[in-house]
């Protein structure tokens, strides 16, 4: 065959190798330096130099120590046998020289159980890259999409079980805390918490390998706590390496002993005959013993917002108010923070393409200003859309973890319209994926607070510029509307009212909160607003979502100012200062009377959520909100008048 025979050259060839005597060789480069596949593999993974390798050797042996300490029975009282790596690459490792890689913890004990005698693999902060390639290896349900995102299934809890939660209640909590009705404290001992950590132990243990992510939580480096999380799905180690503050590799050898620890066994279930457990999901805080346990349920979102009602218990002791709030920063440093319950577009109002996003879910107030606790955000997937919210779009790519989507089973294209497994799927990315992140996440006082409200009913105005006392009244009301269930035909909307716009997460009383949060905006001068991103024109059923575009020029003129300074009218009942005009906005949107077609069955709807304002804030009228009584007044006469 002469090498000018018009074919082209194969793939990948440059048709070099052909060569004249009619020969066909394989390439004309020089050959690999192995004499076997193994050993041609073992070229692949670059080796660690002797001498970094002894200090790594006594690092991963410290590492493995606390580890080791973290996993202790507390009836045995010595921790497991434990070894650094995948078990996977034991057989390859043996018989190498370099085998670190496996350094061994042996506990010194006397063996009086099987579980003493055997070694459990720890996969300690591992990358991206090893978590995907074990979870794809190793757990159902585990897919690359199509723009390389980890797409991965979290059971049967597709959401966080609140009823299911409970807090240690001691010496301490008990008067601390936040117990009773509203509350989401739901008590348990410290026994029936040693009995369900017992249990998560024992099964993390009898498993081949647990993954362990040691990480920081808030940017703040004053108050920046160190968290363990032990758990035995690559998912969730990703899930949690997103989320929580990744520490640069000088910050991890002198990272010590955590202040706080997961055990995440939340594919085993809880023993139902254990006092107080109603379902097979427990979900338990030890603040005392600085530990939570999940049982039966491998839902993420454990995870980080058990972590969050930590921070909300730790701050408030350092006089820095915790939020359940988004925050983003202007160019010119001014900073809004985005209240509101959940689907009512704390991530998707701060992630703004003009600003510069410092995070989307919890953050911190200090004397120093505004601090992310998270290293990452956990977006709602739902009709999402590449034109509609392009930033979320574009940090959905290799490391994000896409929870319970569907996907073309082909193409690995995901269909955001999907609500087959379930409607809140979501995306849980690291914070440096949306191009305009605030790295370190921190930010100056605030300079506006945005409650946000999805409202149902369609009642609520657009937008409303709010007094202190109104923000404060609007704050621990902390009301939204959704549409319960997804079954055709029309739907009640349900009001749900959760106090600081996170009463699941908050551990002390609400009103201390709240206290925090009129200091400081009195203190800082900052304004609240009253957005409304849910109904226009009726209330579900009648009338419809109002855009996203005409949500974003509402906030964009509270960004620029321009609200400050133009005319308002009062609506009656709730009182509220509505602008006339809005750039970008139909005038005829800001007042919702205009855009109902019956009036009467508006003023009914109207007084309908009055009603339920007023019923649910019985509860707190009572209490002083930071002892000055004024305010607590003026609060309470801050609600819907009729
Ligand atoms: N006018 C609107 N304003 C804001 N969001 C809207 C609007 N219309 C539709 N949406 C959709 O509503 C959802 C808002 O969800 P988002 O993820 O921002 O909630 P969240 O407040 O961050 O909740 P969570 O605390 O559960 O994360 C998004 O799916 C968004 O696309
Ligand atoms: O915690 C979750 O699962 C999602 C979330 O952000 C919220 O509900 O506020
Ligand atoms: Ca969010
Ligand atoms: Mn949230």
Request: aromatic share 8%; proline share 5%.
């Amino acid at each position: 065959m002469a090498a000018n025979d018009g074919l082209a050259p194969w793939p990948g060839s440059n048709g070099y190798g052909r060569e004249e005597d009619g020969m066909c060789h394989d390439d004309v480069s020089t050959p690999v330096r192995a004499n076997t596949v193994d050993e041609l593999h073992s070229l692949q993974r670059k080796p660690v130099g002797a001498a970094a390798a002894s200090r790594v050797d006594e690092r991963h042996r410290q590492q493995l120590q606390s580890i080791s300490a973290s996993l202790a029975s507390l009836t045995g009282g010595t921790g497991p046998k434990l070894v650094n790596g995948d078990p996977e690459r034991k057989k390859e490792m043996v018989g190498k020289a370099t085998t670190h890689h496996h350094q061994h913890l042996t506990v010194p004990t006397i063996c009086v159980s099987d579980s003493d005698l055997k070694f459990t693999h720890v996969l300690y902060n591992l990358s991206p890259s090893e978590l995907y390639e074990h979870a794809i290896k190793h757990e159902k349900g585990s897919f690359i999409t199509s723009s390389g995102a980890l797409a991965t299934l979290s059971g049967a809890k597709t959401g966080r079980s609140p009823r299911d939660k409970r807090v240690v209640k001691d010496e301490t909590t008990a008067d601390e805390l936040w117990w009773g009705r509203g509350s989401p404290n739901i008590e348990m001992d410290e026994h029936t918490f040693l009995i369900n950590r017992e249990r998560a132990v024992d099964y993390l243990i009898s498993l081949d390998k647990v993954f362990v992510n040691d990480q920081f939580l808030n940017w703040d480096p004053e108050n920046r706590i160190k968290v363990r999380i032990i758990s035995a799905r690559a998912y969730h180690s990703l899930f949690m390496h997103n989320m929580c503050i990744r520490p640069t590799h000088k910050e991890l050898e002198g990272f010590g002993e955590p202040d706080f620890t997961i055990y995440n066994a939340g594919q085993f279930p809880c023993n139902r005959y254990t006092h107080y457990m109603t379902s097979s999901t427990s979900v338990d805080l030890n603040l005392k013993r600085k530990e939570m346990v999940i049982l039966g349920t491998q839902y993420a979102g454990e995870m980080k917002k058990g972590l969050f009602s930590v921070m909300h218990y730790l701050m408030p002791q350092k006089q820095i108010l915790s939020l359940h709030s988004g925050c983003n920063m202007g160019k010119d440093g001014d900073v809004a923070l985005f209240f509101g319950l959940s689907g009512t577009g704390k991530t998707t109002l701060s992630t703004d393409r003009n600003r510069i996003l410092i995070g989307d879910d919890e953050h911190c107030w200090s004397d120093n200003g505004i601090s992310n606790i998270e290293g990452g955000c956990y977006a709602k997937c739902i009709d999402l859309s590449q034109e509609k919210e392009p930033d979320i779009w574009d940090a959905i790519k290799f490391g994000t973890v896409l929870e319970n989507v569907v996907f073309d089973e082909h193409s690995r294209e995901v269909d955001y319209t999907e609500k087959s497994v379930t409607e809140n799927t979501r995306a849980a990315y690291p914070i440096e994926y949306i191009a305009n992140a605030k790295i370190p996440c921190v930010g100056p006082h605030p300079k506006n607070v945005i409650l946000l409200a999805c409202d149902a009913f369609g009642v609520l105005p657009p937008v409303s510029k709010l007094s202190l006392p109104q923000t404060m009244y609007h704050f621990i009301s902390g009301y939204t509307a959704l549409v319960a269930g997804t079954e055709d035909g029309i739907k009640e909307p349900q009001a749900t009212f959760s106090a600081c716009f996170g009463a699941a997460f908050i551990t002390l009383h609400p009103t201390r909160y709240a206290a925090m949060l009129a200091d400081k905006m009195r203190k800082h001068g900052a304004t609240g607003w009253l957005v409304n991103t849910g109904w226009i024109g009726g209330s579900y059923g009648v009338g419809e979502r109002i855009s996203l575009k005409y949500t974003r020029k509402i906030i964009d003129a509270i960004h620029s100012g321009e609200l400050l300074n133009t005319t308002y009218k009062t609506t009656g009942v709730f009182g509220l200062e509505i602008p006339t005009e809005v750039e970008g906005v139909p005038s005829e949107l800001l007042d919702p009377i205009n855009t109902w077609e019956d009036r009467d069955s508006y003023k009914m709807t109207l007084l309908k959520l009055a009603d339920l304002f007023k019923r649910n804030f019985r509860v707190f009228a009572n209490y002083k909100i930071g002892g000055a009584s004024d305010l607590a007044d003026e609060i309470a006469a801050a609600g819907p008048n009729f």
